[in-house]
């Protein structure tokens, strides 16, 4: 340790106290390290010097990250964040972020600033006051301030529209009431062609339906066909190698599109219908063993079980999951464990062809798959295959894990006494 | 929606945390402590989901770091797996392969980058070009601010105050044997010396990072430290042939203020 440079002044620097921090060899010793930093951050903060502001505050976040109590540090958010420079906001937002949470009464100090700072002509600093409110935002700071995120929806940047978009997903769930509000420019924002916009828009819009019925509704008639058809651009779309994953065009989009058509058709027979062809030509067409491909695979699967009923599309849903359940990736076969439980309800039949793959997977590597297979076995057990069902699993309970004789005993016995 | 997200070492500790649901200081503390028990004691060729609580904990390790993050259960697991790798790769692209070092000396970084991820749990921006760009503009306008306020009326104090560079030179010289590996740090009141922490005596180490310590009352002389910027010496009309040119140096990086 230089003795010119004491690591417990505000002087110091932050990297310089986080080395002596993570210099000490007890817990002990980084307790008593943290006490003389924290004594030496509060005399800063007494003194007012605007200068270590913007210093003190990142060393609490660090302290804070060490688990120790930072309390007296959270006005120190609030000064950074009432500062006119762009610097100081930018720490004191992420401070507010990550000392205070919504509970705290503190928060509503700040009201006025992030009013202000909605407003400001700096974007950067409009875009600093809507993710701090759209991540921590109180219900009665957001019947606060949700005139102003409603009018960023159609700011001129994409930036703010995206995040103005997300944090109003926020607003509505603290007040529901206010989802009406955002409506209109919601839907307004499905139009857009930049795909920060666009994946921010259709979150919003399906938070929207889950929210209230009206939005539902609404979003239904007048906005199928045009989603069906931004889907259908999507996957279709040439190669650009911003928004490639593994060979598909933005993975990221295509999944919000098709969980908000999923929304939507449930339920509405004409909207399940106008959703068909895409829905067999994503399942069809999705190629590539990658996990941005499955991923798509797999929310086009839970699209085409929650919609109103196209056996043929149900008979491509199960065939995916089929090859998933014999994919060498465990992931793979975990999430499709998953679907198949959901799927049995609506088509048992359909699952137990694949049923022979399933007991496969009772004897899994994994123990979560495992778990999940026995599972779905005990579910597909009927009448006639309770016999041959039951006679592969006693035998398997001869040579499994120890801590899985436990469960597959157990579960044997629950399907006898079925 | 993405509850929270959590970085957590190999040894468990705590190098990232983001809570977009209401959990109190005393539930945050509980959640990790639970979690990275559940997490950290994982075989590691176990799936990448984990259920707990009525919830879906998607984790993936990279290097000496876990990267989890908490969602519903009827959410799609596999897309947060590649949201993950999304913010993985951003992150890599910015620190220029990251490592655990990176992310604990400048975590408020890897916290400005998140922000551009992801709001109120959802995913905000799928570019990763987009995203890169919108922090290295707000970077730029830190930059700015820094260089605003190191003007006229803060000469005084910058002399307790952080450095703006750090130009690495190198001379060396068989006759005179001049220390040949000194740091040299700008300011605008006069230059200081430092000695690399590496403790070579001779040769340059452009290719590494080195952290330096001011050096009081240097044993070696300043006077041949003559530093000239280079379009000086390129658009010179004469140069001085008693002068010794080894190196050039190279400004390997701005330090953060803080």
């Given at each position: 340790m230089d003795p010119i440079l004491n690591p417990f002044s505000s002087g110091t620097r932050l990297r310089d106290m986080i080395r002596t921090i993570r210099a000490c060899k007890t817990a002990a010793e980084e307790r008593a390290a943290i006490r003389k930093e924290c004594a030496a951050i509060r005399d800063s903060i007494n003194e007012n010097d605007p200068d270590y502001r913007h210093r003190n505050l990142a060393k609490l976040m660090f302290i804070h990250m060490l688990g120790y109590p930072t309390h007296f540090g959270q006005m120190e958010c609030l000064k950074c964040i009432a500062s006119p420079g762009f610097p100081e906001k930018r720490i004191g937002y992420l401070g507010l972020m990550l000392l205070l949470d919504e509970r705290q009464e503190v928060l509503m100090l700040v009201t006025n600033s992030l009013k202000q700072d909605l407003n400001h002509t700096n974007q950067y600093i409009v875009g600093l006051a809507l993710c701090a409110l759209g991540n921590i935002c109180s219900a009665e700071m957001a019947r606060d301030l949700a005139p102003e995120v409603e009018r960023l929806l159609q700011f001129r940047d994409p930036n703010i529209r995206k995040k103005a978009a997300l944090?109003?997903?926020?607003?509505?769930?603290?007040?529901?009431?206010?989802?009406?509000?955002?409506?209109?420019?919601?839907?307004?924002?499905?139009?857009?062609?930049?795909?920060?916009?666009?994946?921010?828009?259709?979150?919003?819009?399906?938070?929207?339906?889950?929210?209230?019925?009206?939005?539902?509704?609404?979003?239904?008639?007048?906005?199928?066909?045009?989603?069906?058809?931004?889907?259908?651009?999507?996957?279709?779309?040439?190669?650009?190698p911003e928004y490639d994953i593994s060979g598909i065009a933005d993975p990221f989009l295509h999944i919000r599109l098709l969980k908000l058509l999923r929304v939507l058709g449930e339920g509405d027979a004409d909207a399940s219908d106008s959703m068909n062809d895409i829905l067999a030509q994503v399942g069809t067409k999705t190629e590539s063993n990658k996990v941005a491909a499955n991923a798509i695979l797999y929310e086009c699967v839970q699209t085409i079980m929650s919609i109103e009923g196209n056996s043929g599309l149900r008979v491509l849903a199960i065939s995916i999951l089929g090859k998933f359940l014999s994919n060498r990736d465990n992931n793979i076969r975990y999430v499709a464990l998953n679907m198949l439980m959901k799927a049995v309800t609506a088509d048992p039949q359909a699952v137990l062809r694949y049923r022979a793959t399933i007991l496969e997977c009772v004897k899994d590597a994994d123990a979560s798959i495992r778990k999940r297979a026995l599972e779905l076995v005990y579910v597909l057990v009927n009448e006639t295959n309770v016999k041959p069902l039951t006679k592969e699993l006693v035998s398997y309970l001869e040579t499994c894990d120890q801590d899985f004789k436990g469960d597959l005993t157990a579960k044997i016995c629950s399907i006898v006494s079925k | 929606?993405?509850?929270?997200?959590?970085?957590?070492?190999?040894?468990?500790?705590?190098?990232?945390?983001?809570?977009?649901?209401?959990?109190?200081?005393?539930?945050?503390?509980?959640?990790?402590?639970?979690?990275?028990?559940?997490?950290?004691?994982?075989?590691?060729?176990?799936?990448?989901?984990?259920?707990?609580?009525?919830?879906?904990?998607?984790?993936?390790?990279?290097?000496?770091?876990?990267?989890?993050?908490?969602?519903?259960?009827?959410?799609?697991?596999?897309?947060?797996?590649?949201?993950?790798?999304?913010?993985?790769?951003?992150?890599?692209?910015?620190?220029?392969?990251?490592?655990?070092?990176?992310?604990?000396?400048?975590?408020?970084?890897?916290?400005?980058?998140?922000?551009?991820?992801?709001?109120?749990?959802?995913?905000?921006?799928?570019?990763?070009?987009?995203?890169?760009?919108?922090?290295?503009?707000?970077?730029?306008?830190?930059?700015?601010?820094?260089?605003?306020?190191?003007?006229?009326?803060?000469?005084?104090?910058?002399?307790?105050?952080?450095?703006?560079?750090?130009?690495?030179?190198?001379?060396?010289?068989?006759?005179?044997?001049?220390?040949?590996h000194a740091g040299v740090h700008l300011t605008s009141t006069g230059t200081t010396a430092?000695?690399?922490?590496?403790?070579?005596?001779?040769?340059?180490?452009?290719?590494?990072?080195?952290?330096?310590?001011?050096?009081?009352?240097?044993?070696?002389?300043?006077?041949?430290?003559?530093?000239?910027?280079?379009?000086?010496?390129?658009?010179?009309?004469?140069?001085?042939?008693?002068?010794?040119?080894?190196?050039?140096?190279?400004?390997?990086?701005?330090e953060d203020p803080i």
């Open positions: 944090c109003s997903i926020r607003i509505i769930k603290k007040v529901p009431d206010l989802a009406e509000n955002f409506l209109k420019p919601a839907t307004a924002l499905l139009r857009e062609k930049h795909h920060g916009v666009l994946i921010t828009a259709v979150q919003l819009c399906t938070d929207l339906c889950k929210v209230s019925r009206e939005a539902l509704e609404h979003i239904r008639k007048k906005c199928t066909e045009d989603l069906v058809k931004t889907l259908k651009d999507l996957a279709n779309s040439p190669y650009s | 929606m993405i509850h929270f997200v959590l970085l957590i070492s190999r040894q468990g500790k705590v190098r990232l945390t983001k809570w977009y649901s209401p959990y109190t200081q005393k539930e945050r503390s509980k959640v990790i402590r639970e979690l990275s028990g559940v997490i950290l004691t994982r075989a590691p060729k176990l799936c990448n989901f984990v259920e707990w609580r009525g919830y879906k904990v998607v984790y993936k390790r990279y290097a000496s770091l876990y990267f989890c993050m908490c969602i519903d259960e009827d959410d799609n697991e596999l897309e947060v797996l590649e949201i993950i790798h999304h913010y993985v790769e951003i992150l890599d692209r910015y620190f220029g392969s990251v490592c655990e070092l990176d992310l604990i000396f400048n975590f408020h970084k890897a916290y400005y980058i998140l922000d551009e991820l992801l709001i109120a749990g959802e995913l905000q921006e799928s570019s990763k070009k987009t995203v890169a760009r919108l922090i290295a503009a707000q970077d730029s306008l830190v930059e700015t601010a820094k260089e605003e306020a190191s003007s006229i009326s803060n000469i005084i104090a910058q002399a307790t105050k952080p450095e703006l560079l750090v130009l690495w030179l190198a001379i060396s010289s068989e006759e005179t044997h001049t220390p040949a430092y000695r690399a922490d590496n403790g070579d005596r001779f040769g340059p180490a452009f290719s590494n990072r080195t952290r330096v310590t001011p050096v009081v009352n240097p044993s070696f002389p300043l006077e041949p430290l003559r530093l000239k910027p280079i379009n000086e010496l390129l658009e010179a009309e004469r140069i001085d042939d008693a002068e010794l040119f080894d190196m050039v140096g190279v400004v390997v990086g701005r």
